[in-house]
């Protein structure tokens, strides 16, 4: 505590953290595929408008502003490879701000830390008692009963409560049986609330696809809180950037025919400078009023020639009705 300014400052510092990336990073480095990274940290916690404790989202005269500093060493074989990076804690790069209730299908998915709640990942309401996000928000989650997580409906300020919005803690997660930790296929992942969230203006549900819907060359929105720039903070305001849904032939040309499988449905721009970065793994790509993807990866963030990488909603309809069919019926 510093005099009037109530501040609280907590200084972590982590060296020499060394790490084989074959999972949440997977680098590929000319012919050593093996990278190592070695990162110090610095973790300045200062209290200062807005703070969510314990299972409260509560105001008080001064809000939590987490400052991470973090200086990254990068070891690699070659310089020429690229860093395949889960959108998971994904962004908005060359976005807008969006209107309060313009997405309110969008939540943030929220993860208990030291008594303070913290957003990781996005997700989509598609029914008043079910979230839809990215299997890889989940990993390492006790899927049977989870504690810790739960979801904040009707968001547009992170660190701002207005009274609108309603949070549901997390009852069971329901990750797709084949999902790889290390391709990201099939990565879809189903949160099962304690109560049913209550439609209003601000919070309600996103129409699923019809099955094989094509949204080639569509204009779609993806949003969310995640990095506006890569490197660079989590967005407190919700973020949305239009994008155009490319062939999976582009795409294959983009990456490889291995990395695009039929499961996945990429959008972007060629020239880049607009597209998802990260803090938003598992938000929603809406098409018109669909749901057509799932945020889930890409090299680097709106890189030119390097569209995002989407879970297409419309390939896993029969596993998302066999799960919540009584709901969507309603």
Known sequence: IVGPLYLSVVISASLLVISLIVGHLYLSVGPLYVSVVISASVVVIILSDTVTINNTMTNTKSPLLLLILTLSLTCLGSSSGHV????ASVGIVGGEVATKGQFPYQVSFQERVLGVWIHFCGGSIIAPGYVITAAHCVEGADFTSPQGLRVVAGEQELHQVDGDEQVQH?????EHPFYDPITYENDIAILRLEEPLVYTQWVNQIELPQPDTNFTAEECRASGWGRTSEGGMNSGTLMYVKVPVLTDYHCRQDYTHDEIMDSVLCAGFEEGGKGTCNGDSGGPLACGASLAGIV?????????????????????????YAHVTEQLAK
């Open 170 to 174: 997390i009852s069971f997660i329901i």
């Open 296 to 320: 889930s990866w890409s090299y680097g963030c709106a890189e030119p020639g390097l569209p995002g990488v989407y879970t297409e909603v419309s390939y896993f309809l029969e596993w998302i």
């Open 84 to 87: 395949r990076q889960p959108r």
